[in-house]
């Protein structure tokens, strides 16, 4: 072979090797078991105790409880158990948030009358009495159905947290009032499930963002009391205009900057169904209806987990996807960005399954953790600690 053909498959070979989907990596997540037989449903993390460290918030469905696993042996016990006629938490998330502004962390929840009750109930927030060795139930108001998704902001930029809660063809969004008073603003929307908040359109105020499109948040705190200030603008209809059973327009939704050009993307998943790519969008004239531009990740079946985050703490926002047990990629996968939201290797974390994992810093160390469980009626709950902190300082 002359030299020039020599070096040629020299360079065809390196392209091969740097544009492969997927390369041989081991994940840099460490396995942390909570409980062998408690099934995790809703979670999150935050310092509820005040001691510096990080806990896990959780929800077993059908359970009157909320339990905390208490860092840093993972015990757990039950924080608040909930009595009276709306004493079963209902919904597919609940949230640790600092509502009343008082330095330490609270729950924002959503309570039915039953255990497999999908009528109307209420939304409340237990505040923490300090270090939390003691709640109190506070009304937030009724809640007209099932919840499946609950974030967490200040949309009217008064300095006072707010809570939105997505219902399938409806959202109540609770815009906190002096007094522990609360401001309902009803917005309808195409079914059926996904909500993540952040600034879409650069104005400084968080927007709601669902399957397949978006509500901009109005300018002014009185405008964002009146729903029909909230325009809706379309993303991507083939979120929202699926068709047949219960799994249509079954979405995962998260926000990140994939492409380094200094605004927020979106990123969606079909949580209940196969035969649907991870794809994230982008533009520069967000308000414009249709001027999203489309980009595959790659195809996770039944991904009923999407997170967002630098994962391996390189600068840019990389995806995790995790498959129900029923999904052909199930378990958890790492797509680590490695050319501005246009090239993704492959890392599996795991082949077991994920239902709904959640991101948290559990070990206190600056990186993303993760924690979930097997699937949505399966233990066992775990941890999956992120080692990137630790791999980095190394290099």
Known sequence: MCPGNLARSWVQL???????PVRAAAPAFDYVPLDSTYVAYERDVG???????????????????????????WI???LVRFAGPHRFPRADELKVADIDGDGDLDVITRLGDGPSDDGAGIAVWCENLGRGSGFAQHLIGKSLEYVKDI????????????????????TQLW???????WTEVLLSHPPHEGLEVGDLDHDGDPDLVMNGFWFATPDTSAAARRPEHYRRHDIDARWYRQTGDWTANSCKVVIGDFDSDGTNDVAFSQSERPGYPITWYGTSHPRGDGTWRKHEVGEVDYCHTLLAADFDLDGDIDLIAGGMTQSRQRGLRQFINEG???RWRVVVIQHDGSYST??????????PDLTG???WDAAPSWIYRNTARGQRSDR
């Open 14 to 20: 390196l392209i091969v090797f740097l544009s492969g």
């Open 47 to 73: 310092d509820l105790d005040g001691d510096g460290r990080n806990d896990l918030v959780a929800v077993q469905e059908g359970d009157t409880t909320l339990e905390m696993f208490r860092a840093p042996k």
């Open 76 to 78: 757990r016990s039950t």
């Open 151 to 170: 974030v967490v902001a200040d949309f009217d930029r008064d300095h006072r947290l707010d809570v939105a809660m997505r219902m399938n063809q409806s």
């Open 175 to 181: 815009l906190q009032e002096p007094g522990r008073r």
């Open 340 to 342: 501005k939201g246009k």
């Open 358 to 367: 959640e991101l948290g810093d559990i070990d206190n160390d600056g990186d």
């Open 373 to 375: 469980i097997r699937n």
